[in-house]
């Protein structure tokens, strides 16, 4: 599959901590997306950030993009227990952009 | 809720039995997506429709899988001759608009003994 790459693979903080995950894809790409997904359920669209933005901010999220780099990262600040999910990025490729192509996610943990 | 429904959401089933799948998308959304999602994995697409029109699939879909969505609105996938590989979640999406944000349903959670 065209999977992405995650990092970290799992991540535990403090609440009121900063979280940052970092994803990296393959090839050249119409927008990238977060999404969100608590234990066993269905994804929640987080944020979309188009190739030709670099940054983008919703609430406590940002989000950058380096398309040089095949890389984007997101960021929540001052985190909270009910942060705690599963991120996944999820990419629509140029050419393919009926779907979208997810990594492998980043398991967050945030303890009181 | 006017969300992406899914039903049932939990299926067990023998190996070897048919099952079959239900996905309502939000109403005005034309464009219906099908994921596979095994544990501790990210969702992989299947199949996507623009309206009735099944317009691409993935190569994960084999012939025994099979998918509708008839007049456009609620779609379903069958799976024949169920494996135990086969075992996963299956979401559903829609969006209004090609390669923009989609809308997930809680999905449903197949089990094959």
């Known amino acids: 599959s065209q999977q992405g790459e995650e990092d970290p693979q799992a991540l535990s903080i403090q609440e009121g901590e900063n979280a940052t995950m970092n994803c990296s894809y393959k090839?050249?790409?119409?927008?990238l997306q977060w999404y969100r997904q608590n234990s066993g359920r269905g994804l929640v669209h987080l944020i979309l950030?188009?190739?030709?933005?670099r940054e983008k901010h919703s609430g406590r999220l940002r989000v950058t993009l380096d398309t040089s780099k095949k890389s984007s990262s997101l960021l929540i600040t001052a985190s909270r227990a009910a942060d705690t999910a599963s991120y996944f990025c999820?990419?629509?490729?140029?050419?393919?952009?009926?779907?979208?192509?997810f990594g492998t996610g980043t398991r967050l943990q945030v303890t009181l | 809720d006017t969300g992406v429904s899914q039903n049932p959401r939990h299926k067990i089933t023998k190996r070897g039995q048919n099952v079959t799948f239900r996905c309502d998308p939000i109403?005005?959304?034309?464009?219906l997506y099908w994921y596979r999602q095994t544990l501790g994995q990210g969702p992989e697409f299947l199949t996507y429709?623009?309206?009735?029109?099944?317009?691409?699939k993935s190569r994960l879909l084999s012939d025994r899988f099979s998918a509708e969505r008839p007049k456009g609105s609620f779609s379903t996938l069958e799976i024949q001759r169920t494996e135990q590989g086969d075992s996963a979640m299956y979401l559903c999406?829609?969006?209004?608009?090609?390669?923009?944000?989609?809308?997930f349903g809680p999905g449903t959670r197949l089990t094959v003994t």
């Open positions: 950030i188009r190739s030709n933005e």
């Open positions: 109403s005005e959304h034309n464009r």
């Open positions: 090839t050249s790409i119409n927008n």
């Open positions: 429709f623009q309206n009735e029109a099944q317009l691409e």
């Open positions: 999820a990419t629509a490729y140029t050419g393919t952009a009926s779907k979208l192509t």
């Open positions: 999406a829609s969006s209004l608009v090609l390669g923009a944000e989609q809308y």
